[in-house]
């Protein structure tokens, strides 16, 4: 494997230095072209870009720049048939190309503008493919970044799942929390809502019975009363009588009343919340839940000059067992 990364270097290298170098011949021929027109070898220059052109493995920039240069050359050498090729064969590289007035004695540019408006129909139709192409190449990009983006979104979605785990967890349920009131059950289920309900119903019922009650109890008054016929040796027989008086019957009842309803609507209560969490009783519920693993931190190969590290190694020996420490520098 490491030999074989080296090789496919050389090879990449070797395929890769011949299309370098091709290209930097190019700019330096270009250059020389370009150093000949400004030193008004002209004939050179026409000679030259043809040679160029012919040869061929240029890129679109460098054909415009050198039907320009030839263009011009030929323009000024009054050779108008081969001046008007090599303008033409640069509008159908460039339809919008135009010559820079600083630069360009105004009768070239005035012969390549005129040039221009006689080409324009077809021109048009170069623009317009030129468009097409390049809306091909748009909708090719896009096509292709779709893809990509895609693609990338499959790969996090593959990631995300080979990290997720199924968690089950196992909840066992007592029978007789079932019994006990106040919707202890029902919290035991899961079922909150309702729990809540029978807790509060059943606790402002018993409140209310024991308030009830005492204030029954409050009603009651003690006396003591002599018995006539029973004699003791203190004398007459006395015995204390617990009553309600009669001012107070009404309100008694009322306290009766209310205690007794209050314990039954707590009772009656109490029956429906037991019967309703031994319906839904369950000795154990099973819940599956899907969580992500958490990512392992990546492991660091020791390298050599990391340090030295000892190991107690233990091993067999004709009498029994041996131990030994191995240092690693």
């Known amino acids: 494997m490491s030999r074989g990364l080296p090789l496919l270097f050389l090879l990449l290298s070797a395929l890769l ?3 370098d170098a091709r290209a930097q011949d190019a700019d330096a021929e270009l250059a020389g072209i370009r150093a000949a027109f400004e030193y ?12 160029r052109i012919d040869r061929g493995n240029l890129s679109e920039e460098q054909l415009v720049d050198l039907h320009e240069l030839a263009g011009l050359a030929a323009f000024n050498l009054q050779r108008l048939s081969d001046a008007e090729r090599h303008f033409s064969a640069l509008l159908r590289l460039e339809p919008d190309h135009s010559l820079d007035p600083f630069v360009v004695p105004p ?3 005035a012969y390549f503008d005129k040039l221009k408006q006689r080409l324009d129909s077809e021109l048009d139709f170069v623009r317009q493919e030129r468009r097409l192409r390049q809306e091909r190449l748009r909708v090719e990009a896009e096509r292709r970044e779709r893809e990509r983006l895609a693609a990338e979104e499959q790969r996090r979605r593959t990631e995300a799942m080979a990290r997720q785990v199924t968690v089950r967890t ?3 349920r007592n029978f007789l929390v079932n019994f006990v009131p106040f919707g ?23 409140v209310t019975s024991v308030i009830a009650y005492f204030a029954y109890e409050a009603l009651f008054e003690t006396d003591t009363v002599e018995v006539d016929d029973v004699l ?11 009553y309600i008086p009669t001012s ?29 969490s031994l319906y839904h009783h369950d000795d154990q519920v099973v819940t599956t839940s899907i969580e992500e693993r958490p990512a392992s931190p990546p492991s660091t190969p020791r390298s050599k000059e990391s340090g030295s590290s000892a190991r107690l190694r233990i091993f067999p020996t004709p009498g029994g067992l041996g131990a030994g420490l191995a240092l690693t520098f």
């Open 248 to 276: 107070r019957a009404r309100q008694a009842d009322t306290w009766r009343l209310l205690k007794i309803g209050s314990a039954a609507g707590f009772y009656t209560l109490y029956a429906l919340g037991v019967a309703d």
């Open 17 to 19: 230095a011949p299309v």
């Open 107 to 109: 009768p070239a540019v």
């Open 232 to 242: 003791t040796e203190t004398g007459k027989a006395t015995i204390t009588v617990r």
């Open 40 to 51: 008004g070898k002209y004939a050179e220059v026409l000679q030259r870009t043809a040679a």
């Open 170 to 172: 196992v909840e066992k």
């Open 184 to 206: 202890a059950g029902q919290f035991q289920q899961g079922r909150s809502s309702l729990g809540i309900v029978f807790a509060a119903s059943e606790g402002a019922l018993a």
